[in-house]
């Protein structure tokens, strides 16, 4: 079963809009991390956020962390036609191994 | 520096066949992982080598198998390929918690 689970499935917005992604996550983790996929391509790494944050930001990126609702959001800020792609929260357990368990992800539509 | 690189980019088989994808890891990397991606899914993770040995799997069968090289380079083989396992095939290196992937290898089972 999935670890991280995206909300919304698919969102579509004006160049300009604030995208907000969530995702939730079941077991106990070290460290959670968001990804970007163009067109079923590699997926890109954006963000890692630890286990003892709570915010963290990366030019129009901004992730939050609530360990106690195992719940992250990602939020872009006045985004681009360009930003249209997957975005995908993955998590590796807390035991240390480092496999990243994926949620289906959000499908974001950027309209120029 | 290069990035993960995979080949073949794209690659058609038949019921039954078997296939061999190649990984070469981001420099200074050694750790690599394989997953499995199915059109409007995430990636399912395969499995993971480290120092040449299998450090950990996901639920597979052991049609998938891999390997790693001493240049930390690695290949993941299917045997007795099936439909369902047409599928965008991941990988990633790492040297610590990040992962960063390669493009993909697009496997078509007619």
């Known amino acids: 079963s999935q670890q991280g689970e ?3 499935q698919a969102l579509s917005i004006q160049e300009g809009e604030n995208a907000t992604m969530n995702c939730s996550y079941k077991t106990s983790i070290n460290n959670l991390q968001w990804y970007r996929q163009n067109s079923g391509r590699g997926l890109v790494h954006l963000i890692l956020i630890r286990s003892n944050e709570r915010e963290k930001h990366s030019g129009r990126l901004r992730v939050t962390l609530d360990t106690s609702k195992k719940s992250s959001s990602l939020l872009i800020t006045a985004s681009r036609a360009a930003d249209t792609a997957s975005y995908f929260c993955a998590t590796p357990p807390d035991t240390g191994r480092r496999a990243l368990t994926f949620g289906s992800g959000t499908r974001l539509q950027v309209q120029p | 520096d290069a990035g993960v690189t995979q080949s073949p980019t794209h690659l058609i088989k038949t019921r039954g066949q078997q296939v061999t994808l190649r990984c070469s890891p981001k420099s200074g990397h050694d750790t690599v992982s394989w997953y499995q991606q199915a059109l409007g899914q995430g990636p399912q993770f395969i499995f993971q080598y480290y120092e040449e040995e299998e450090r950990q799997r996901g639920n597979f069968p052991d049609r ?8 930390y380079s690695s290949e993941l083989n299917v045997n007795a390929l099936l439909l369902g396992d047409s599928a965008l095939y991941l990988c990633a290196s790492s040297q610590g918690d990040t992962q960063y ?10």
Do not use: A, K, W
Request: glycine content about 14%.
């Open chain 2, 101 to 110: 992937f390669g493009p993909g290898t697009r496997l078509t089972v007619l």
């Open chain 1, 6 to 8: 995206e909300d919304p």
């Open chain 2, 64 to 71: 998938f198998s891999g390997h790693q090289f001493p240049n």
